[in-house]
């Protein structure tokens, strides 16, 4: 009876040790797919990794975009007013950009503090913010009742 109380205690150990393992692998593998949120303040006060996957979100300064004549490159500034950040594209933009708007770009910055972007997101409807960059610009005081950034 004893040696039976043993092995079933060996046999639990072993099982959460398995368990353990399992989750501390999922939970690794996740960490690398994570995109963590961040804006243009946080960019320009260094609280953004360089060469990780994120997402910045914004919107696109006015007459910031800059076209290339020969290739779908496209450099443009994600703002939240109180900090800028420079980015650099190299595909089809959606429908809906432009200037003015609310965006969030996925992709790395690089350690000059350009933003190498590899998609770019635009917003969906004329009330439609994404919910990160809505946030960021209300805590700079920088959005209006209605999701309207103001112009100017």
Request: proline share 4%; no cysteine.
């Amino acid at each position: 009876m004893r040696m039976q109380r043993k092995r079933r205690l060996i046999l639990v150990i072993v099982l959460v040790a398995l368990v353990a393992i399992a989750a501390g692998l999922t939970l690794y593998a996740l960490r690398a797919n994570i995109n963590l949120f961040f804006t243009p303040s946080q960019v320009a006060t260094g609280e953004a990794p360089h060469g990780r996957t994120m997402r910045l979100g914004g919107v696109v300064k006015e007459n910031s975009v800059v076209r290339e004549n020969d290739s779908l490159a496209i450099s443009f500034i994600v703002t939240d007013f109180a900090g800028d950040v420079h980015v650099s594209y190299d595909d089809i933009l959606p429908d809906l950009f432009r200037e003015g708007q609310g965006v969030v770009v996925i992709g790395t910055l690089r350690d000059d503090g350009r933003f190498m972007a590899q998609q770019v997101l635009a917003k969906h409807d004329e009330n439609y913010m994404p919910p990160e960059v809505a946030e960021a610009l209300e805590a700079t005081g920088n959005l209006t009742v209605g999701g309207k950034v103001p112009s100017g």
